[in-house]
């Protein structure tokens, strides 16, 4: 049995799946516990072919169904079809959902057969408490006896059936919820009381700055700057921000940075045409430098390729690498990292509504593409209910509307929803409770 390396410092294992960008953003905000060293469950030194291989085909199946949704009946009968296999049901009228679905049957059969179970003997050579960031490798833990705390990471603004183990009366797993609603779902779902932390989605550190927030109170109000360019959110709110982020933040008039919007692909791919929309609608207001867009394709160089090959059929070549912008990278670790380097100076984050929508938190602007399955539904609906961010309207006039939202103030008050209603500290608290330290920071409020 080949061992794993444990980072020298590292007080916890971080484990995340890498299918998908979800599982392993979180993770990456927990890199700290970790010594940075994260471990993927599905792709990890040693991994016996059978458990690769039946990560593998979960991981193609479903890439494979999300980019073939936008194709006409064919493509939503079959996108429809996963979707029911692992939907999230009705929270009202709240009724016991402890009942096994069949997804969760299907993955203990799985383990009954050994899935996981070299993963978590590799692991337990040194017996860190266990962070995962997805409910598979908790349930490996769980039942192949790690020695250690057993925490997971709830990723979504609610979640399925499958993310609470067959027994969760019995089992040691303890959440990490993201918001209120997955608190008050997993007690539907049976899991005992005192193992479910209300915590927080976990953000970069990078992007918050400390348990006072010193470095995201900065960014925040130079996206103020550019998101109310006639003071109209200002002047309405001008005693709120002096006393939330000080009167001397409030004295800028103009930000460090050109007016900022990101569109953000998901992992599988799906969705990347309606940036190429975007891109063509805001031409000329690219074209007069009265915006910059940086046009994110994740870690997949084919769809670089496809950006950077319609920025140039536009006619916008010459602006490509400083107006318009289309990162490549070299691995998974290279695009998180990026990607939270861009996010210090995006204003506006276009993006479905996946786990992204927990950074509106970060006191940035959300416009929402259209869900792609269950979970995302459920996002879209906490992220419309704290104000951070609404639907998109149709992309070919994103010229028009996105400026007049811009214009009345109203992109600027959603980015101070963001900030003052969604979790921000998820980390931190995450970190004191992984490590049993007392926290410094306030109680969350169990926001549905």
Known sequence: MEPLRVAQKAQAWVVDVNMGYGHSRAAYALKDLSAGSIVSANDYSGIPPQDRTYWQESRELYEWI????????????????????QQIPSFYPRRDLSKPNTQLKQIYRLIHKGFGKHFIQTLSRT?????????????????????????CVTTDADISRAWAPMDPQRSRIKYLASNGRVVERLKLYGVRDDHIFL?????????????????????????LCNLDPKGIF????????????????????????????TYSVGGAGAQRALGVKILQSLKSRIARHEIRFNLLPGYRKDAAVYYRNAVKEIGLKKELGSWVVVPEHTSRAD???????????????WTKPSELSFYCGLGIAMIMAPPIGS??????????????????NDPRYTSEWLFDW??????????????????THGTYRIEDLVL????ELHSLPLIV
């Open 234 to 261: 200002h002047a309405r709110y001008e005693r709120t921000l002096r006393a939330q982020l000080g009167p001397a933040r409030c004295k800028r008039t103009t930000a460090a940075h050109p007016l900022t919007l």
């Open 375 to 392: 979970q995302e539904d459920f996002n879209r609906v906490w992220l419309s209910y704290v104000g951070g961010g609404v639907s998109q």
């Open 199 to 223: 915590s927080g989605f976990p953000l970069p550190k990078e992007l918050v700055g400390g348990p006072t927030g010193e470095v995201l109170k900065d960014l925040l109000t130079e996206r």
């Open 335 to 349: 695009y998180f990292s990026d990607f939270t380097e861009i996010l210090k100076t995006t204003d506006i984050l």
């Open 406 to 423: 811009i214009d009345s103030g109203g992109v600027a008050r959603m980015a101070w929803n963001g900030y003052i209603e969604a979790p």
């Open 436 to 439: 049993g330290r007392k926290s």
């Open 66 to 85: 999300s980019r073939m949704k936008p194709i006409p009946v064919v493509g939503n009968f079959l996108f429809e079809t996963m979707d029911h296999w």
């Open 127 to 151: 017996p860190l408490p266990f962070v995962t960031t997805f409910f598979i490798p908790a349930f490996f833990a769980d039942y192949f006896d790690y020695p250690g705390d057993i925490w």
